[in-house]
Antibody, heavy 118, light 108 residues
Framework: QVQLVQSGAEVKKPGASVKVSCKAS????????MHWVRQAPGQKLEWMGW????????KSSQKFQGRVTITRDTSASTAYMELSSLRSEDTAVYYC???????????WGQGTMVTVSS | EIVLTQSPGTLSLSPGERATLSCRAS???????LAWYQQKPGQAPRLLIY???SRATDTPDRFSGSGSGTDFTLTISRLEPEDFAVYYC?????????FGQGTKVEIK
């Protein structure tokens, strides 16, 4: 079946970086873009950016520009999101989600909890 | 950036009742690219409706979406116990993609 499986929870200190992976299975990875969305505790969903899995082109939210790097490894059918210069406000669950074009974000990973604490 | 405002913040209803959730956009949503997601505690969002009114795979027909331009509605015709959750609208026609702040549907 179509699924996205993300890497496990992380605990980081302020100023560090974190890299979250999202492995796709059950479909052709390069046929669909991938987005990253985060959700701080008790807060709404927040879009971070996306990658064209076919050619590697990316776009990120202005809020995260300079701190977020989205990449992919087509041989591993895996997308990655790296966030640098972490601060306590970055404590959140990070999700990857498949872009089905006009059909919105149809498949989501299970989420990765990132905790930033000294 | 398109700001989405959902109302009400919380809806207290009993099983079997009808739920009507609203999502208003600060500007017209391009191509009607408005989606609704359901999220339960500790779970990832689940796509219910895309393109304002099309049901996603496995979405029960008690869920329906309507609207265009700046005003959109999600209706649950008869609430089932598993429908009590938080619902988010999302516009994905313009960059950046944005989400509403959510409506919690709770058991009265």
């Amino acid at each position: 079946q179509v699924q996205l499986v993300q890497s496990g929870a992380e605990v980081k200190k302020p100023g560090a970086s974190v890299k979250v992976s999202c492995k796709a299975s059950g479909y052709t990875f390069t046929n669909f873009a991938m987005h990253w969305v985060r959700q701080a505790p008790g807060q709404k969903l927040e879009w971070m950016g996306w990658i064209n899995a076919a050619n590697g082109n990316t776009k990120s939210s202005q809020k995260f520009q300079g701190r977020v790097t989205i990449t992919r490894d087509t041989s591993a059918s895996t997308a990655y999101m790296e966030l640098s210069s972490l601060r306590s406000e970055d404590t959140a669950v990070y999700y990857c989600a498949r872009d089905r074009g006009s059909r919105a974000f149809d498949i989501w990973g299970q989420g990765t909890m990132v905790t930033v604490s000294s | 950036e398109i700001v989405l405002t959902q109302s009400p913040g919380t809806l207290s209803l009993s099983p079997g009742e009808r739920a009507t959730l609203s999502c208003r956009a600060s500007q017209s949503v391009s191509s009607g690219y408005l989606a609704w997601y359901q999220q339960k505690p500790g779970q990832a969002p689940r796509l219910l409706i895309y393109g304002a009114s099309s049901r996603a795979t496995d979405t029960p027909d008690r869920f329906s979406g309507s609207g265009s331009g700046t005003d959109f509605t999600l209706t649950i015709s008869r609430l089932e116990p598993e429908d009590f959750a938080v619902y988010y609208c999302q516009q994905y026609g313009s960059s950046p993609v944005t989400f509403g702040q959510g409506t919690k549907v709770e058991i009265k």
